[in-house]
């Protein structure tokens, strides 16, 4: 089969390699669609930690094609999400609950084989089903809205509570719907790029900043600004220096501030301590999706998250490792990779 691999940092390259054969309690799965991921940018950065040579990909969605022995609960034919995150179980995190921070932690498209290709390998308890009536490339969302849930969870939002959203990209527009759900009545979302706030008012953001009009601080928190006094949440999802400091000054004296965005491995921001201590300031970090991805399936499977507007435009295998390997072109916001024609 044909595959995506991170052969070294800096290095990517389309190669043909076996069909991968499921072991005991895994599923051989076609690959319908796999998103393009800023994490994937990262791994071929050097960025965030892999184990490469590795065929990347952690966003993907298709079709059971074989299974293993003990596989009890999926047949073939059946299409599937993949929870690409794969606790231990053991461990003192996870014996916690905190499945997302086990020790020994191993992703699909990151430390294993992932979907930018053919096929895929997968364990049983990391699938979940998904209509066949649904739009494929609508499945390949499941993963980075799991990721959202977990920070809207963290977030607490109460119902007429005000959000702000920092960043454009398919989080931020995620989070934007989902904050709405969760029973915000004002949302904001801050983003330079005009596209990206029409499409953010389309989804549900009462509201949008442009910070290259003035001071985002003032737009927001002014008096006569969009949220006055400031955010009872702010969730910050674009993992820029900029907005990461940002992030606390446009909270409300007493509010949340949640970090979704992921910026590069030994990066470093500046904050001022004493005002997150006098403004009493909660800085809640989201890593990964512990327990979300079925309730993403559901929310995907229902339409009640709309991911048609996101999807920027598709490629085939042959052109993903130049789309994973440059910046996003302006105004884009998910590149899929289809494997097949």
């Known amino acids: 089969m044909k595959a995506v691999r991170l052969e070294a940092t800096g290095r990517l390259a389309v190669s043909r390699m076996e ?187 009462t509201a949008t900043a442009d910070p290259s009009a003035g001071d985002v601080v003032n737009l927001v928190t002014a008096d006569q600004g969009l949220l006055p006094g400031g955010a009872d949440v702010v969730i910050e999802c674009a993992g820029v220096a900029e907005t990461m400091e940002q992030a606390p000054l446009l909270a409300r004296r007493g509010g949340t501030v949640v970090i979704l965005g992921v910026m590069p491995q030994g990066a470093r921001i500046s904050m001022q301590p004493f005002d997150l201590l006098f403004r009493e300031i909660k800085l809640v970090n989201s890593f990964l999706n512990p327990f979300t991805h079925g309730r993403a399936a559901d929310l995907i499977a229902t339409g009640v998250i709309k991911v048609e507007p996101l999807i920027s435009r598709r490629i085939g295998l042959d052109n993903a490792p130049e789309a994973i390997a440059n910046p996003a072109r302006n105004g884009e916001i998910r590149v899929i990779v289809v494997p097949g024609p």
């Open 19 to 205: 069909k991968p054969v499921p072991g005991p309690g895994e599923m051989l799965v076609k690959v319908e669609a796999c998103g393009i991921c800023g994490t994937d940018r990262h791994l071929f950065l050097g960025e965030f930690p892999s184990k490469p040579p590795v065929t990347l990909g952690h966003e993907f969605v298709g079709i059971i094609e074989a299974v293993g022995q003990g596989v009890s609960a999926f047949r073939p034919g059946m299409r599937v999400t993949g929870d690409p995150n794969i606790a231990c179980r053991r461990c003192p995190e996870c014996q916690r609950g905190h499945v997302n921070l086990c020790r020994n932690l191993q992703a699909i498209g990151i430390h294993r084989d992932g979907g930018f290709a053919e096929y895929v390998c997968m364990p049983e308890q990391q699938a979940f089903e998904l209509p066949q009536s649904l739009a494929p490339l609508h499945g390949a969302f499941c993963e980075p809205l799991a990721c959202c849930l977990h920070g809207v969870d963290l977030a607490k939002i109460r119902a007429g509570a005000s959000v702000a959203v920092l960043g454009g990209g398919v989080i931020g527009l995620l989070v934007v719907q989902l904050a709405r759900l969760a029973g915000a009545t004002r949302v904001v979302l801050v983003t330079r790029n005009a596209d990206k706030r029409r499409l953010a008012e389309d989804l549900g953001a």
